[in-house]
Structure formats: C-alpha cells, structure tokens
Nanobody
Framework: QVQLVESGGGLVQAGGSLRLSCAAS????????MGWYRQAPGKQRELVATKTSHGMSNYADSVKGRFTISRENAKNSVYLQMNSLKPEDTAVYYC??????????WGPGTQVTVSS
C-alpha cells in the first residue's frame, strides 16, 4: 500500500506563485509516474502535469510555461512550482502515483485559490 500526502496549497493573488509538494510512503515501485491533477467546482478532474521516474514530463497546454514539475526519486516526492497564477487555476490539486498496469494511488488533495 502507498500513501500520498500533499502540502503547499493556499490562497494567493493573481500573478503570484505557489509550490506544491507530494510525498509517497509505503511500498513504492520504481519505474512509476507521479503527477498532479486538479478539479475545479463543477468540472471534471484534469491533468496538470506528470513526470516519470526516468524524467519525461507532460503538461496540460493551459499551464505550459507557467508551471514546472520536478521529482526527487530518492524521496519518492514530486513538486509543482506554479508561477503567474490565474483565477482559473483555482481548484483542488491532487497528487497521483501510477505504475502502469499495476497500481494507481491518489492523495487527498490540497486547495489552491487564486484571487483576482
């Protein structure tokens, strides 16, 4: 079993920055993908960014150039640096860890609110 714990959410003004962190504990497979998803009120959960343990990254078009995902494999941790935040970035942000065909874990989520 794997547990994910997010931190770093909060309230920020438009144009500001936040850094989200997620740490995985338990039986973490190597060769995994960790990433961030978000869900705004009344909307479906959507991908924000993912990064494999081999370093390949993927971003939603809406955050390219503003958000940066990074990892520390030795700590089973993933981070999301969010710059130039916009009110439309307001959502609950979820950390996810997947091992293709084997496992899929989600964190409880952390609220990010961007005021205009």
């Amino acid at each position: 079993q794997v547990q994910l714990v997010e931190s770093g959410g909060g309230l920020v003004q438009a144009g500001g920055s936040l850094r989200l962190s997620c740490a995985a504990s338990g039986s973490v497979f190597s060769g995994n993908t960790m990433g961030w998803y978000r869900q705004a009120p009344g909307k479906q959960r959507e991908l924000v960014a993912t990064k494999t343990s081999h370093g390949m990254s993927n971003y939603a078009d809406s955050v390219k150039g503003r958000f940066t995902i990074s990892r520390e494999n030795a700590k089973n941790s993933v981070y999301l640096q969010m710059n130039s935040l916009k009110p439309e970035d307001t959502a609950v942000y979820y950390c996810r860890l997947t091992v293709a065909g084997i496992s899929d874990y989600w964190g409880p989520g952390t609220q990010v609110t961007v005021s205009s």
